[in-house]
Protein backbone atom coordinates (compact mmCIF):
# COMPACT_ATOMS: atom_id res chain seq x y z
CA UNK A 1 0.00 0.00 0.00
CA UNK A 2 1.60 3.29 -1.04
CA UNK A 3 1.77 6.08 1.43
CA UNK A 4 -0.52 9.01 2.35
CA UNK A 5 0.12 11.76 -0.07
CA UNK A 6 0.78 15.15 2.00
CA UNK A 7 -2.45 17.51 1.23
CA UNK A 8 -4.77 20.28 2.96
CA UNK A 9 -6.02 19.45 6.10
CA UNK A 10 -7.90 21.97 7.97
CA UNK A 11 -10.28 21.66 10.92
CA UNK A 12 -12.47 24.11 10.19
CA UNK A 13 -16.22 25.70 11.93
CA UNK A 14 -19.22 24.61 10.22
CA UNK A 15 -22.71 25.71 11.28
CA UNK A 16 -23.87 26.23 15.04
CA UNK A 17 -26.54 23.43 14.85
CA UNK A 18 -23.75 21.05 13.92
CA UNK A 19 -20.39 22.56 15.70
CA UNK A 20 -18.03 19.55 14.63
CA UNK A 21 -14.78 19.00 12.46
CA UNK A 22 -14.26 19.29 8.83
CA UNK A 23 -11.12 18.20 7.50
CA UNK A 24 -10.19 19.20 3.74
CA UNK A 25 -8.47 17.77 0.93
CA UNK A 26 -8.00 19.59 -2.27
CA UNK A 27 -8.84 17.07 -5.05
CA UNK A 28 -7.33 14.56 -2.58
CA UNK A 29 -3.74 15.10 -4.20
CA UNK A 30 -3.08 19.03 -3.25
CA UNK A 31 1.05 18.81 -1.94
CA UNK A 32 0.63 21.28 1.10
CA UNK A 33 1.98 21.07 4.82
CA UNK A 34 -1.23 19.82 7.05
CA UNK A 35 -2.56 22.43 8.90
CA UNK A 36 -5.11 22.29 12.10
CA UNK A 37 -7.53 24.57 14.07
CA UNK A 38 -8.33 23.31 16.96
CA UNK A 39 -11.72 25.39 17.61
CA UNK A 40 -13.66 22.54 17.29
CA UNK A 41 -11.62 19.90 19.11
CA UNK A 42 -12.11 18.64 22.77
CA UNK A 43 -8.81 20.09 24.45
CA UNK A 44 -9.12 17.36 27.22
CA UNK A 45 -6.88 14.48 27.30
CA UNK A 46 -8.92 12.30 24.93
CA UNK A 47 -8.83 8.10 25.60
CA UNK A 48 -8.76 7.79 21.95
CA UNK A 49 -5.82 7.48 19.18
CA UNK A 50 -8.25 9.59 17.04
CA UNK A 51 -9.17 13.32 17.41
CA UNK A 52 -12.28 13.32 20.31
CA UNK A 53 -14.62 15.96 19.40
CA UNK A 54 -15.58 19.09 21.71
CA UNK A 55 -19.06 18.70 20.56
CA UNK A 56 -20.54 15.75 18.77
CA UNK A 57 -21.90 15.45 15.67
CA UNK A 58 -25.36 13.44 15.02
CA UNK A 59 -25.59 11.51 12.08
CA UNK A 60 -27.32 12.45 9.14
CA UNK A 61 -31.01 11.39 8.99
CA UNK A 62 -31.12 11.39 5.09
CA UNK A 63 -31.89 8.25 2.79
CA UNK A 64 -29.57 8.33 -0.48
CA UNK A 65 -29.63 5.44 -2.55
CA UNK A 66 -26.88 2.31 -2.12
CA UNK A 67 -25.33 0.74 -4.77
CA UNK A 68 -28.00 -2.12 -5.09
CA UNK A 69 -30.17 0.84 -6.40
CA UNK A 70 -31.72 0.63 -2.93
CA UNK A 71 -32.99 3.41 -0.47
CA UNK A 72 -30.70 3.52 2.33
CA UNK A 73 -31.65 5.23 5.64
CA UNK A 74 -28.57 6.10 6.76
CA UNK A 75 -29.48 6.33 10.57
CA UNK A 76 -31.83 3.66 10.90
CA UNK A 77 -29.15 1.28 9.09
CA UNK A 78 -26.85 2.26 12.12
CA UNK A 79 -28.95 1.30 14.85
CA UNK A 80 -26.90 -1.01 17.06
CA UNK A 81 -23.61 -0.49 14.77
CA UNK A 82 -20.65 1.63 14.90
CA UNK A 83 -20.91 3.36 11.81
CA UNK A 84 -17.88 5.10 10.11
CA UNK A 85 -18.75 7.41 7.40
CA UNK A 86 -16.63 8.58 4.25
CA UNK A 87 -17.62 10.95 1.89
CA UNK A 88 -15.00 10.06 -1.17
CA UNK A 89 -14.48 9.19 -4.66
CA UNK A 90 -13.09 5.94 -6.43
CA UNK A 91 -11.04 7.99 -9.11
CA UNK A 92 -9.17 9.78 -6.18
CA UNK A 93 -5.62 8.53 -6.32
CA UNK A 94 -4.28 8.52 -3.20
CA UNK A 95 -6.71 9.09 0.16
CA UNK A 96 -9.96 7.54 -0.66
CA UNK A 97 -7.82 4.23 -1.57
CA UNK A 98 -5.79 4.29 1.64
CA UNK A 99 -8.51 5.07 4.04
CA UNK A 100 -10.60 2.18 2.61
CA UNK A 101 -7.76 -0.17 2.70
CA UNK A 102 -6.65 1.14 6.58
CA UNK A 103 -10.23 0.99 7.56
CA UNK A 104 -10.06 -2.70 6.27
CA UNK A 105 -6.91 -3.51 8.11
CA UNK A 106 -8.72 -2.46 11.07
CA UNK A 107 -11.22 -4.77 11.12
CA UNK A 108 -9.09 -7.74 10.28
CA UNK A 109 -6.96 -6.56 13.57
CA UNK A 110 -10.45 -7.05 15.90
CA UNK A 111 -12.43 -9.96 17.61
CA UNK A 112 -14.81 -11.24 14.84
CA UNK A 113 -17.76 -10.20 17.61
CA UNK A 114 -15.65 -6.38 17.68
CA UNK A 115 -16.17 -6.62 13.90
CA UNK A 116 -19.28 -7.78 13.26
CA UNK A 117 -20.31 -4.70 15.00
CA UNK A 118 -19.42 -2.30 13.03
CA UNK A 119 -20.85 -0.70 9.39
CA UNK A 120 -18.38 1.21 6.70
CA UNK A 121 -20.43 3.17 4.44
CA UNK A 122 -18.71 5.19 1.80
CA UNK A 123 -20.90 8.48 0.26
CA UNK A 124 -19.40 9.47 -3.62
CA UNK A 125 -18.61 12.55 -3.79
CA UNK A 126 -18.42 12.19 -7.39
CA UNK A 127 -22.18 10.35 -8.24
CA UNK A 128 -21.48 10.94 -12.17
CA UNK A 129 -19.16 8.53 -12.59
CA UNK A 130 -19.64 6.53 -9.34
CA UNK A 131 -22.33 4.24 -10.58
CA UNK A 132 -23.60 1.34 -7.85
CA UNK A 133 -21.76 -1.19 -10.09
CA UNK A 134 -18.56 1.05 -9.57
CA UNK A 135 -19.14 1.57 -6.22
CA UNK A 136 -19.85 -1.67 -5.40
CA UNK A 137 -17.04 -3.38 -7.22
CA UNK A 138 -14.54 -0.40 -5.83
CA UNK A 139 -15.23 -1.40 -2.23
CA UNK A 140 -15.25 -5.44 -3.06
CA UNK A 141 -11.41 -4.73 -3.51
CA UNK A 142 -11.59 -3.61 0.45
CA UNK A 143 -13.59 -5.38 2.03
CA UNK A 144 -16.85 -7.03 0.58
CA UNK A 145 -19.38 -5.83 4.03
CA UNK A 146 -18.36 -2.28 3.05
CA UNK A 147 -21.89 0.25 1.94
CA UNK A 148 -21.47 2.44 -0.90
CA UNK A 149 -23.87 5.08 -1.28
CA UNK A 150 -24.82 7.65 -3.87
CA UNK A 151 -27.35 10.32 -4.93
CA UNK A 152 -27.94 13.77 -6.59
CA UNK A 153 -24.62 16.58 -5.93
CA UNK A 154 -27.35 18.18 -3.95
CA UNK A 155 -28.29 15.56 -1.80
CA UNK A 156 -24.86 14.14 -0.99
CA UNK A 157 -23.63 17.81 -0.19
CA UNK A 158 -26.23 18.25 2.37
CA UNK A 159 -25.77 14.98 3.73
CA UNK A 160 -21.86 15.84 3.84
CA UNK A 161 -22.77 19.01 5.74
CA UNK A 162 -24.90 17.59 8.63
CA UNK A 163 -21.89 15.15 9.06
CA UNK A 164 -19.56 18.48 9.21
CA UNK A 165 -17.26 17.06 6.43
CA UNK A 166 -16.94 19.91 3.60
CA UNK A 167 -17.66 18.72 -0.05
CA UNK A 168 -17.28 20.19 -3.92
CA UNK A 169 -18.91 19.46 -7.23
CA UNK A 170 -16.83 17.90 -9.19
CA UNK A 171 -15.20 20.24 -11.33
CA UNK A 172 -13.93 19.46 -15.15
CA UNK A 173 -10.94 21.14 -15.84
CA UNK A 174 -9.55 22.47 -19.68
CA UNK A 175 -7.32 19.90 -19.83
CA UNK A 176 -10.34 17.04 -18.98
CA UNK A 177 -9.52 16.00 -15.37
CA UNK A 178 -11.74 16.19 -13.07
CA UNK A 179 -11.23 17.92 -9.32
CA UNK A 180 -13.62 16.32 -6.73
CA UNK A 181 -12.55 18.34 -3.73
CA UNK A 182 -13.90 16.80 0.20
CA UNK A 183 -13.64 16.46 3.63
CA UNK A 184 -10.98 13.22 4.24
CA UNK A 185 -11.97 12.37 7.92
CA UNK A 186 -13.62 9.32 8.91
CA UNK A 187 -16.39 10.06 11.32
CA UNK A 188 -17.45 7.53 13.88
CA UNK A 189 -21.01 7.22 14.96
CA UNK A 190 -21.28 5.60 17.59
CA UNK A 191 -24.94 3.17 18.67
CA UNK A 192 -26.15 6.53 20.42
CA UNK A 193 -26.09 8.14 16.84
CA UNK A 194 -23.21 11.00 17.85
CA UNK A 195 -19.97 11.08 16.25
CA UNK A 196 -17.68 11.43 19.47
CA UNK A 197 -14.32 11.37 17.37
CA UNK A 198 -13.10 11.02 13.80
CA UNK A 199 -9.67 9.71 12.21
CA UNK A 200 -7.19 12.12 10.43
CA UNK A 201 -4.86 11.00 8.10
CA UNK A 202 -2.60 10.70 10.63
CA UNK A 203 -3.70 7.58 12.17
CA UNK A 204 -2.66 3.73 11.60
CA UNK A 205 -5.02 1.15 11.29
CA UNK A 206 -3.78 -0.47 15.00
CA UNK A 207 -4.75 3.12 16.16
CA UNK A 208 -8.38 2.60 14.31
CA UNK A 209 -8.73 -0.57 16.21
CA UNK A 210 -7.70 0.50 19.64
CA UNK A 211 -10.24 3.02 19.03
CA UNK A 212 -12.99 0.58 17.50
CA UNK A 213 -12.66 -1.11 20.57
CA UNK A 214 -13.29 1.70 23.03
CA UNK A 215 -16.88 2.53 20.87
CA UNK A 216 -17.89 -0.70 20.57
Known amino acids: MKPRSPRIARL ?93 SALRLLPADKASKVRVVFVTTDPDRDTGPVLKDWLAKFNPSFVGLTGTITQVDDTAKLAATPVSPPVKNPDGTIEVDHGTQ ?31
Open 12 to 104: VPMAAAIGALAVLSTACASPSQEVAQSSQVSTQQSKYKGTELAVPTPIPPVTLTDFNGKPYDLKANAAGKLTLVYFGYTHCPDECPTTMADLA
Open 186 to 216: VNAFGTDGLAHVVWLSDVTPKDIAHDISLLT
